[in-house]
């Protein structure tokens, strides 16, 4: 069992910076392919970064998000760096006990998630 908390989301302005946290508990987390995912309103939630041995991004945000995590603090970050208004949505950490593969990139094939946060880019 696997538990998330993400924290940091907010308002920022257009070509701004944000990091999102995600916080863990249960055992083994390092095992776990853990993704952010993003949903605008009105729109499907879609597939952000993802890391577990390696990373791999959306082409949407790659060269601006950076995923990482911190196995001793249970912890995966995404920073957000030149942040567009098409970046706003509330933003959702997940987990899933399997290696980065085709199934990745599917909110479904996640069994653990988090509450979400917003992120807001204004203009």
């Known amino acids: 069992q696997v538990q998330l908390e993400e924290s940091g989301g907010g308002l920022v302005q257009a070509g701004g910076s944000l990091r999102l946290s995600c916080a863990a508990s249960?055992?083994?987390?390092?095992?776990?392919?853990t993704a952010w995912f993003r949903q605008a309103p009105g729109k499907e939630r879609e597939f952000v970064a993802a890391?577990?041995?390696?990373?791999n991004y959306a082409n949407s945000v790659k060269g601006r998000f950076t995923i990482s995590r911190d196995n001793v603090k249970n912890t995966v970050s995404l920073q957000m760096n030149s942040l567009k208004p098409g970046d706003t949505a509330v933003y959702f950490c997940?987990?899933?006990?399997?290696?980065?593969?085709?199934?990745?990139?599917?909110?479904?094939?996640?069994?653990?998630w988090g509450q979400g946060t917003q992120v807001t880019v204004s203009e």
């Open positions: 890391i577990r041995y390696e990373t």
């Open positions: 997940a987990a899933r006990l399997r290696r980065i593969d085709a199934d990745t990139y599917t909110a479904d094939n996640y069994m653990y």
């Open positions: 249960g055992r083994a987390f390092s095992s776990y392919t």
